[in-house]
């Protein structure tokens, strides 16, 4: 079934009508992506997240290559990440938050991951508990493709705060250079020559922290916002100790 799928991609590529065909074809998957993120069936014409979804998927197509794995797990990874770039700025998905941000309005500064551990039962718990296992379980899979484990990680996270500074500078400088998170996705090996020289940053810190830095690559790539705010919270704190 994957090959029928790739040749279909493959002529979808150089054929505007063949490529809005495969993503009518694919309505009933793009359908299912989208009901992750909004919790029930979305309407044509009146859901805004399944035209969002529908067009990600018509840019899966056309940016699709071998090397990027199997199609329909790449164009879910663009629906995902098309998709909570619209929540953010809509400011309406209520499970992109950090594990450390202060939970609702408690006034002795109790944190989300503490209201999680706490196993406070209440509507809003659940859905980021939902939400944060979900995220954990898809990211530490994506991590296994690029042989990294979450326990690697957190023995990787940088301890001195200079050290967390300039990890951090190399992140920003392949955020703002995306051909490089291609390479990052492509090869799976970090572009420590083009970071260190565009960050400035010493090349044997981001080696000695490699496994961390391509979790954080990983995880700005593919759209893992609750991750995001994990990765950065947990090296502040290392960072300080």
Do not use: W
């Not at 805004?48 to 797990?73: P, T």
């Not at 950090?98 to 999680?116: C, F, H, M, R, W």
């Not at 979450?150 to 920003?172: F, V, Y």
């Not at 970071?195 to 700005?220: I, N, Q």
């Amino acid at each position: 079934m994957e090959q029928n799928i790739l040749s279909l991609v493959t002529a979808a590529q150089g054929d505007i009508s063949a490529a809005d065909n495969l993503v009518r074809k694919y309505l009933p998957f793009i359908k299912s992506e989208t009901t992750k993120y909004i919790h029930r069936p979305p309407m044509e014409g009146q859901d805004d997240e399944l035209s969002i979804a529908m067009f990600a998927f018509h840019e899966a197509i056309m940016r699709y290559s071998k090397e990027k794995g199997a199609f329909l797990s790449f164009a879910s990874l663009q629906i995902k990440s098309r998709l909570i770039d619209y929540f953010r700025k809509e400011k309406r998905h209520g499970n992109v938050i950090s594990l450390y941000q202060p939970a609702g309005n408690e006034e002795d500064g109790t944190t989300v991951l503490e209201k999680i551990d706490a196993g406070e039962d209440n509507i809003s718990m659940q859905q980021i508990r939902r939400a944060t296992k979900e995220e954990i379980l898809e990211f530490s899979a994506q991590l296994q493709t690029f042989g990294l484990s979450l326990g690697d990680i957190a023995e990787n996270c940088p301890k001195q705060e200079r050290t967390l500074s300039a990890c951090h500078s190399a992140l920003q400088y392949a955020k703002e250079h995306p051909e490089l998170l291609g390479i990052f996705l492509e090869t799976k090996k970090l572009p420590l020559k083009q970071l260190t020289e565009g960050a400035k940053a010493e090349r044997k810190t981001l080696e000695r922290h490699r496994k961390y830095m391509m979790a954080l690559l990983l995880a700005y790539t593919n759209g893992y916002e609750i991750i995001r705010g994990h990765l950065c919270q947990m090296g502040e704190r290392r960072g300080k100790t």
